[in-house]
C-alpha cells in the first residue's frame, strides 16, 4: 500500500461530470486525532435547482439506454473503483474512522454491488399475461413492462460511505435513473471520488450528482416534485420525518437497529463466540445489524461469556491508519460522550463490565456487559458503538420474545441445528431477516436487505432496490380487431 497522505486537500461539489466550487466550505476532521484532513465545498440552493433541471433532462437519455449500455457503464465503474481500491480505503480510513483492513473489505464489497448491479441491468424483465380467462377476450393478451421512475435522491450515513452509496447509485443506474447524492456530512470525500470514477464512465454526465450541502440546502431533494424517489439511509427519526416530507414520491427507508442474537445449547460454542465479536465490534460497532443483545442458554452461558471475553481482549484499538488496528474511534466527540452517558447510566443501574469500558479520545475499548435489563438504554435503544450485552435464558421461547421486544425490526441471529427451534424464531421475531448459525451482522450485497417495525420500509440488495426504482406499465394486446 503507498504511502498515506493525511491531509487530502479541496474538495469541489460534483454536478454535470465536473467539480464545481462553491463559497461555501466545510473543514473534515479525523475521528481518531482531530487533524484536518480535507476542506469540501458545499452546494448552495442554485447548485441544487441546477442539478435538479439536469437530471430531469438526463432522465431522456437514461430511461432510453439499452441494457448492454448500462451493463458496461456499471463495469466501467467496478474497474474503476478496483482500480483506486487503496486509495478509497485510505480516505475512508481517514475520514470514517474505519481501520484500513475494514475500509478494504469495503472497497471490495463495492466492486461486487456495482458488478451485481450490472448483471442485473439484464435482467429489467416483464411478464406476459393471457387475458382470455373471460369469454369474450379471446385473442387477448397483456405484457408488463418496468421501466425506470425518473429522478432519485440518494442520502447515505457516515459509516459506510462508498458501499452504502453503492446501494443507492448501482441500482439506480441499473434501472436507467439518473440520481442526486446528498452524501453525509461527516464522510462526503469517499462519495465525490466515486463520482469522479462515474464521470469517466460513459453514463450521462448530467444523470450524476454529488451534493454536500446543508439540511436546508438539501430540501428540494426531499420535496420537489420533479424527484420521483427518495432513498434515505440514517436514522429512524430523520427518516420518518423525511418521508412525511416527500409527498407523492416513493421512499424506501433504511433505519435503526440494535440486532439480537439467539445462542442455543446445542451451538458451536467457540464459533458463536467468532461470530458474535466480530459482529458486534467490526467498524466500532456502528452498523445497523451490528450485535448488540445476545441471548445464551444458561447451559453454554458461562463458556460462551469465557470465549467472548477472550477474544475482545485480543483485538487491538487505536489508529485507523495502523494495518493491525481491529477498532478505530466512533466517528466524533458528540458519539463518544452519548457511548460513555449511556454506560455509565447502565453500570448505575447495576450493569456489570466483564472487559473494555475505557475510552481514549473517540476510541472506546470493545466493552461486554452482564446483567443488563432491557429498559436499560444500551439494551432497548441503538447503541451504535462497540459494546454488547449478555443475558442468559432458560426457556428458548422466552429468549425468542424478548429478542422481539425491541422496536426495531432489522436482522437477528441464531445458533442452533434445531429446525422446530428455526422456525418458531422465524415466526415469531419481527424482522427484516433472520441469520440461522450466524450473526445479524452478516450481509452480502446481492440480497434482500430491509428493516420491518422502526427499521424501515422497502427492500436494498441490488435487485429488490431496482424493483424500488422501477413501475410496471401494461400494454395490451387485442389481436382479433
Known amino acids: 500500500m503507498a504511502v498515506i497522505e493525511t491531509r487530502l486537500g479541496d474538495f469541489p461539489i460534483m454536478i454535470g461530470g465536473s467539480p464545481r466550487a462553491t463559497d461555501a466550505r466545510q473543514e473534515l476532521s479525523s475521528p481518531y486525532d482531530g487533524s484536518a484532513i480535507a476542506t469540501v465545498h458545499l452546494a448552495a440552493a442554485a447548485d441544487v435547482e441546477d442539478a435538479i433541471g439536469r437530471a430531469v433532462r438526463a432522465f431522456e437519455q437514461t430511461r432510453r439506454l439499452a441494457s448492454w449500455q448500462r451493463e458496461r457503464v456499471l463495469e466501467q465503474i467496478a474497474e474503476g473503483i478496483a482500480e483506486r481500491r487503496d486509495q478509497l480505503a485510505q480516505t ?3 475520514e470514517a474512522g474505519k481501520p484500513l483492513s475494514t475500509a478494504l473489505g469495503e472497497v471490495d464489497r463495492a466492486v461486487f454491488t456495482f458488478r451485481v448491479a450490472a448483471e442485473e441491468s439484464k435482467r429489467l424483465e416483464g411478464r406476459i399475461l393471457a387475458l382470455d380467462w373471460l369469454a369474450g377476450n379471446e385473442g387477448r393478451r397483456a405484457e ?23 446501494h443507492k447509485v448501482a441500482p439506480a443506474l441499473a434501472a436507467g435513473n439518473p440520481i442526486l447524492l446528498k452524501p453525509a456530512p461527516q464522510t462526503p470525500l469517499t462519495a465525490l471520488a466515486l463520482a469522479e470514477i462515474v464521470s469517466a464512465s460513459d453514463w450521462p454526465a448530467d444523470g450524476f450528482a454529488v451534493l454536500p450541502c446543508t439540511n436546508e440546502t438539501a430540501t428540494p431533494l426531499i420535496e420537489d416534485e420533479r424527484i420521483k424517489m427518495l432513498s434515505f439511509t440514517g436514522s ?10 416527500a409527498g407523492r414520491k416513493r421512499v424506501t427507508l433504511e433505519l435503526g437497529g440494535n440486532a439480537a442474537v439467539i445462542v442455543g445449547a446445542d451451538t458451536d460454542v467457540p464459533y458463536a463466540a467468532e461470530r458474535i465479536v466480530w459482529g458486534a465490534f467490526t467498524n466500532a460497532g456502528q452498523a445497523c445489524i451490528s450485535v448488540q443483545r445476545v441471548y445464551a442458554h444458561t447451559d453454554i452461558a458461562a463458556q460462551l461469556q469465557s470465549e467472548i471475553v477472550a477474544r475482545t481482549r485480543l483485538l487491538k484499538t487505536g489508529d485507523p491508519l495502523d494495518p493491525a488496528t481491529d477498532v478505530g474511534p466512533v466517528i466524533d466527540g ?10 455509565a447510566e447502565a453500570t ?9 469500558g475505557q475510552r481514549d479520545r473517540n476510541v472506546w475499548q470493545p466493552t461486554v456487559l452482564t446483567d443488563v435489563r432491557e429498559d436499560m438504554r ?18 428458548v421461547d422466552a429468549a425468542i420474545a424478548a429478542a422481539d421486544t425491541s422496536q426495531f425490526g432489522l436482522q437477528a441471529g441464531i445458533f442452533t441445528n434445531d429446525t422446530r427451534t428455526i422456525e418458531r424464531a422465524f415466526d415469531r421475531i419481527e424482522v427484516g431477516g433472520l441469520m440461522v448459525n450466524d450473526v445479524p451482522t452478516f450481509r452480502i450485497d446481492h440480497m434482500p436487505y430491509g428493516g420491518l417495525k422502526q427499521s424501515g420500509q422497502g427492500r436494498e440488495g441490488v435487485r429488490y432496490a431496482i424493483e424500488e426504482m422501477t413501475q410496471q406499465k401494461l400494454l395490451t394486446i387485442n389481436s382479433r380487431p
Do not use: M
Open 144 to 166: 408488463l413492462r418496468p421501466v425506470p421512475l425518473g429522478p432519485i435522491s440518494g442520502i447515505t450515513p457516515f459509516n459506510f460511505p462508498l458501499n452504502l452509496v453503492a
Open 334 to 343: 458528540r458519539a463518544a460522550d452519548r457511548i460513555g452517558a449511556w454506560l
Open 378 to 395: 444500551v439494551s432497548c435503544e441503538e447503541v451504535f458503538a462497540p459494546l454488547l450485552s449478555l443475558v442468559p435464558f432458560d426457556d
Open 92 to 94: 475512508i480510513a481517514l
Open 236 to 245: 429512524p427519526g430523520v427518516g420518518w420525518t423525511l418521508k412525511a416530507r
Open 348 to 356: 448505575a443501574a447495576g450493569a456489570v463490565v466483564l472487559t473494555g
